[in-house]
């Protein structure tokens, strides 16, 4: 049996940051790990001196990025013996898009990168001998995603995609999919959320999921397959 997952989301997301921008690409990755779901609603961020060093950038940095999504509404800071950075129990709205539409070569772009990361990640987690802890981290994710109410689904959403990139173990794969599934979660925030779909989508990722476990390599890759493309239809009606 193998070792525990070794790639984590959290590690994909707290990785240095360049010099040239360094508070705005703390922001990001703060904000990525609260809209993705790997720090959740009401849980603490790492510590000032833990964040600092992970992003590699000054404590003056980090705080100010802090306060920026403070004020943005995010988070909160709490003083006292169980005190830090707290998210808030519910997240500002997305940005409107006021019936913008967006680029072809953009979407297409976003999709096909989707496709392939996550068919790839489900067919790569399915062929590796999961740990029992992998495996509860899936399931854990899973339920989760399933009890989520609209206003937290994309987030549970997003957190199980990723423990689906975590446990293959790979941090690159884990990195790259953090990224594009920002990018995705962008255009998603864009339409609406129709409640079918989400019904639809549950199954489907109980069938990615069981799949994964049942260590059955092109079920799993069928199913995400599938998943995948019914999102991408969803995007291209609204948005194309």
């Given at each position: 049996m193998e070792s525990s997952t070794v790639a984590n989301a959290g590690d994909a997301l707290f990785r240095p940051v360049r010099a040239g921008n360094a508070f705005e690409e703390t922001v990001e990755r703060l904000l990525q790990a609260i809209r993705l779901g790997v720090v959740g609603a009401g849980e603490r961020l790492p510590s000032e001196r833990e964040l600092a060093e992970r992003l590699g950038v000054s404590r003056?940095?980090?705080?100010?990025?802090?306060?920026a999504l403070s004020?943005?509404?995010y988070v909160e800071s709490r003083r006292g013996r169980y005190g830090g950075t707290f998210v808030?129990?519910?997240l500002p709205d997305p940005p409107a898009a006021d019936g913008r539409k967006v680029d072809n070569a953009t979407l297409e772009d976003a999709l096909g990168l989707r496709?392939?990361?996550?068919?790839?990640?489900?067919?790569?987690a399915a062929s590796r001998s999961l740990s029992p802890a992998d495996r509860q981290h899936l399931t854990s994710t899973l339920a989760e995603a399933a009890a989520a109410d609209v206003g937290d689904y994309r987030r549970k959403d997003s957190r199980l995609h990723l423990a689906i990139a975590e446990v293959t173990a790979s941090g690159s794969l884990?990195?790259?999919m953090a990224d594009a599934r920002m990018?995705?979660?962008q255009l998603l925030d864009m339409i609406p959320l129709l409640e079918p779909n989400l019904e639809h989508s549950n199954a489907q990722h109980e069938a990615i999921v069981d799949a994964i476990l049942a260590g059955d390599s092109e079920a799993a890759r069928r199913a995400m397959t599938?998943?995948?493309?019914?999102?991408?239809s969803l995007l291209r009606a609204f948005l194309a």
């Open positions: 003056v940095t980090l705080r100010e990025a802090i306060r004020d943005a509404g808030n129990d519910v496709h392939v990361l996550e068919t790839g990640a489900a067919e790569m884990t990195t790259a990018r995705v979660n599938e998943h995948v493309e019914g999102t991408a």
